[in-house]
Nanobody
Framework: VQLQACGGGLVQAGGSLRLSCAAS????????MAWFRQAPGQERKYVAA????????YYADAVKGRSTISRDNAKNTMYLQMNALKPEDTAVYYC????????????????WGRGTQVTVSS
Protein backbone atom coordinates (compact mmCIF):
# COMPACT_ATOMS: atom_id res chain seq x y z
CA VAL A 1 0.00 0.00 0.00
CA GLN A 2 1.29 3.41 -0.93
CA LEU A 3 -0.06 6.74 0.19
CA GLN A 4 1.10 9.97 -1.38
CA ALA A 5 0.11 13.25 0.19
CA CYS A 6 0.41 16.59 -1.53
CA GLY A 7 -1.15 20.01 -1.65
CA GLY A 8 0.60 21.76 1.18
CA GLY A 9 2.09 25.20 0.88
CA LEU A 10 2.42 28.65 2.33
CA VAL A 11 -0.80 30.58 2.85
CA GLN A 12 -1.86 33.65 4.78
CA ALA A 13 -4.12 33.39 7.77
CA GLY A 14 -7.72 33.16 6.65
CA GLY A 15 -6.78 31.40 3.43
CA SER A 16 -7.55 27.91 2.20
CA LEU A 17 -5.71 24.81 1.06
CA ARG A 18 -6.79 21.42 -0.21
CA LEU A 19 -4.61 18.45 0.64
CA SER A 20 -4.77 15.25 -1.37
CA CYS A 21 -3.75 11.71 -0.51
CA ALA A 22 -3.56 9.29 -3.42
CA ALA A 23 -3.71 5.62 -2.42
CA SER A 24 -2.69 2.51 -4.31
CA UNK A 25 -1.82 -1.12 -3.82
CA UNK A 26 -4.97 -2.59 -2.35
CA UNK A 27 -8.75 -2.56 -2.62
CA UNK A 28 -9.97 0.56 -0.87
CA UNK A 29 -13.66 -0.13 -0.62
CA UNK A 30 -13.42 -0.94 3.10
CA UNK A 31 -10.50 1.23 4.16
CA UNK A 32 -10.54 3.80 6.93
CA MET A 33 -8.34 6.80 6.30
CA ALA A 34 -7.29 9.78 8.32
CA TRP A 35 -5.24 12.93 8.40
CA PHE A 36 -2.82 13.69 11.20
CA ARG A 37 -0.54 16.66 11.67
CA GLN A 38 2.68 17.34 13.51
CA ALA A 39 3.84 20.81 14.44
CA PRO A 40 7.50 21.48 15.27
CA GLY A 41 8.37 20.12 18.68
CA GLN A 42 4.96 18.53 19.16
CA GLU A 43 3.56 15.04 18.87
CA ARG A 44 1.59 13.96 15.84
CA LYS A 45 -2.12 14.60 16.34
CA TYR A 46 -5.32 13.43 14.76
CA VAL A 47 -7.12 15.89 12.46
CA ALA A 48 -9.91 14.06 10.64
CA ALA A 49 -10.95 10.60 9.48
CA UNK A 50 -13.30 9.01 6.98
CA UNK A 51 -14.89 5.63 6.44
CA UNK A 52 -14.40 4.86 2.77
CA UNK A 53 -17.45 2.64 2.43
CA UNK A 54 -19.99 4.83 4.22
CA UNK A 55 -18.43 8.23 3.77
CA UNK A 56 -18.90 8.96 7.47
CA UNK A 57 -16.53 11.68 8.60
CA TYR A 58 -14.96 12.60 11.90
CA TYR A 59 -13.10 15.73 12.97
CA ALA A 60 -10.89 16.91 15.77
CA ASP A 61 -12.28 19.91 17.62
CA ALA A 62 -9.35 22.02 16.42
CA VAL A 63 -10.50 21.86 12.79
CA LYS A 64 -14.22 21.16 13.08
CA GLY A 65 -16.26 23.67 11.11
CA ARG A 66 -13.24 24.81 9.11
CA SER A 67 -12.22 21.61 7.37
CA THR A 68 -13.87 18.97 5.22
CA ILE A 69 -12.53 15.48 4.65
CA SER A 70 -13.78 13.65 1.57
CA ARG A 71 -12.85 10.87 -0.84
CA ASP A 72 -13.09 10.14 -4.52
CA ASN A 73 -13.72 6.44 -5.02
CA ALA A 74 -12.80 6.47 -8.70
CA LYS A 75 -9.43 8.06 -8.00
CA ASN A 76 -8.70 6.31 -4.70
CA THR A 77 -7.91 9.73 -3.34
CA MET A 78 -8.74 11.36 -0.03
CA TYR A 79 -8.91 15.12 0.42
CA LEU A 80 -8.76 17.60 3.24
CA GLN A 81 -10.19 21.00 2.40
CA MET A 82 -9.02 23.48 5.01
CA ASN A 83 -10.55 26.95 5.23
CA ALA A 84 -10.08 29.91 7.54
CA LEU A 85 -6.55 28.72 8.21
CA LYS A 86 -4.80 29.91 11.36
CA PRO A 87 -1.09 30.11 12.20
CA GLU A 88 -1.64 27.27 14.66
CA ASP A 89 -2.58 25.02 11.73
CA THR A 90 1.06 25.15 10.64
CA ALA A 91 2.35 21.58 10.63
CA VAL A 92 3.38 18.67 8.48
CA TYR A 93 0.20 16.84 7.48
CA TYR A 94 0.20 13.06 7.06
CA CYS A 95 -2.39 10.70 5.65
CA UNK A 96 -2.85 7.23 7.06
CA UNK A 97 -4.91 4.11 6.43
CA UNK A 98 -6.11 0.91 8.09
CA UNK A 99 -8.69 -1.76 7.35
CA UNK A 100 -9.91 -2.35 10.90
CA UNK A 101 -11.93 0.69 11.80
CA UNK A 102 -11.97 4.41 12.39
CA UNK A 103 -9.61 5.51 15.10
CA UNK A 104 -8.14 8.71 16.44
CA UNK A 105 -4.98 6.94 17.58
CA UNK A 106 -1.76 6.91 15.61
CA UNK A 107 -1.07 3.33 16.58
CA UNK A 108 -4.24 2.14 14.86
CA UNK A 109 -2.99 3.04 11.40
CA UNK A 110 -0.79 0.65 9.48
CA UNK A 111 0.11 2.72 6.46
CA TRP A 112 1.40 6.26 6.29
CA GLY A 113 2.21 8.68 3.55
CA ARG A 114 5.03 11.13 3.58
CA GLY A 115 3.94 14.42 4.99
CA THR A 116 3.13 17.63 3.22
CA GLN A 117 4.05 20.92 4.85
CA VAL A 118 1.38 23.50 5.57
CA THR A 119 2.59 26.90 6.72
CA VAL A 120 0.13 29.62 7.69
CA SER A 121 1.54 33.10 8.10
CA SER A 122 -0.07 35.70 10.32
Amino acid sequence: VQLQACGGGLVQAGGSLRLSCAASGRTFSSVYMAWFRQAPGQERKYVAAISWSSGTTYYADAVKGRSTISRDNAKNTMYLQMNALKPEDTAVYYCAANWRGVSFALSSYDYWGRGTQVTVSS
